[in-house]
């Protein structure tokens, strides 16, 4: 139902920044290789994302808006090793019940592509379009029925902040798709998308920064680990600047961090934190991404283990450095 969809978006659906998460990796889901988003006054007026993937069959485009019809999972074994970045299939159906939404999408086994739009949960058109094939969509009058939550928007820096902040980390964690965002034509940023992780740190951080940083790694019976991290003399104020990637799912996890700012050691000046990508692979069955409904908190088993690789990786990378 609508209201269950509204409900379900209260906690899918924060802001303008989760509007775009949840689309851009979609995208990612699609096997696009090229992702550009648009969003005019933060998010707030208009958010645009067009990809170039897999596209959606004509048969299934209103469905993608049903609550829990993901094309993801198909049965609960998937649940344990999940491999795509959706697949509570929730998303869509949150975001149209608060919005109003338009999709242009085309499979390549299609001869047609399909218009589709959709405001406040209720279908408003179905019908065929120009084939292009993948899929672009576009959000606008974000939580128009829920006024108590467009009151609650911070500034339109803020908002814009926090839309650059996601779109960072999902660039760093795809570096084979070249992403573009653009603020009311602005470019922010645009990433090459040629599977180099530096190139990208690079686009976002800056490309001094970028050559400053060491590459390190670690490995052991159940993880590896790598990623680059600056040097302390590059140090920035701020944990924002840590990136922690696990599977190629940007994640927040308290225990990694403290990891991350142990390996980094006594040349840590108190409250200023490193740049970092911490890039970590693991067999899907060691960790649970389904704990929260936005899926950035995950539970990982033998974390501890885990914790120690990544500071002693770390420790010993920067310990080669005659700091
Ligand atoms: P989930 O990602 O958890 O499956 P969503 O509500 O985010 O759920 O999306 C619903 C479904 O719509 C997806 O499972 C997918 O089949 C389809 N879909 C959404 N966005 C795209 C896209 N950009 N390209 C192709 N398919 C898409
Ligand atoms: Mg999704």
Redesign the pocket.
């Known amino acids: 139902t609508i209201l269950a969809d509204q409900i379900a978006a209260g906690e899918v659906v924060e802001r303008p920044a989760s509007v775009v998460k949840?689309?851009v990796?979609?995208?990612i889901?699609?096997k696009?290789t090229q992702i550009d988003i648009y969003v005019k006054d933060a998010g707030v007026k208009e958010i645009t994302?067009i990809?170039n993937?897999?596209?959606?069959l004509q048969e299934?485009?209103a469905?993608?808006?049903f609550r829990?019809?993901?094309?993801?999972?198909t049965d609960r074994n998937d649940l344990f090793q999940v491999k795509?970045?959706?697949?509570?299939?929730?998303?869509?159906?949150?975001?149209a019940s608060i919005a109003d939404v338009k999709?242009e999408?085309a499979?390549i086994a299609e001869t047609e592509g399909t218009f589709y739009h959709v405001r406040g949960g209720k279908t408003q058109t179905k019908r065929p379009a120009a084939k292009r094939v993948?899929?672009k969509?576009t959000v606008t009058d974000l939580f128009y029925n829920t006024p108590a939550r467009l009151k609650y928007l911070s500034s339109l820096q803020t908002e814009l902040a926090a839309i650059s902040d996601i779109v960072d980390r999902l660039a760093l964690s795809h570096e084979q798709i070249a992403f573009s965002l653009y603020n009311n034509e602005r470019r922010l940023l645009q990433t090459a998308g040629n599977g180099k992780l530096q190139q990208t740190i690079s686009a976002i951080y800056g490309i001094q920064n970028a050559r400053q940083m060491l590459e390190f790694s670690g490995q052991d019976s159940d993880f590896s680990v790598k990623g680059y991290i600056s040097l302390p003399k590059l140090t920035r104020a701020s944990r924002n600047y840590i990136s922690l990637l696990v599977n190629g799912r940007y994640i927040k996890n308290n225990q990694l961090l403290k990891a991350v700012l142990k390996g980094y050691g006594s040349k840590l000046m108190v409250g200023r934190y490193p740049l970092a990508v911490i890039d970590i692979k693991l067999d899907p069955l060691l960790v649970d991404v389904n704990v929260h409904p936005t899926k950035q908190e995950v539970r990982i088993s033998k974390e501890e283990q885990l914790c120690e690789l990544v500071t002693q990786a770390l420790k010993e990378r920067l310990g080669q450095e005659n700091l």
């Open positions: 949840e689309l990796e979609n995208a889901d699609a696009s994302v990809d993937g897999e596209g959606i299934d485009v469905l993608a808006f829990h019809a993901t094309s993801k999972i795509t970045l959706g697949f509570r299939g929730e998303a869509l159906p949150s975001i999709v999408t499979n993948g899929t969509i």
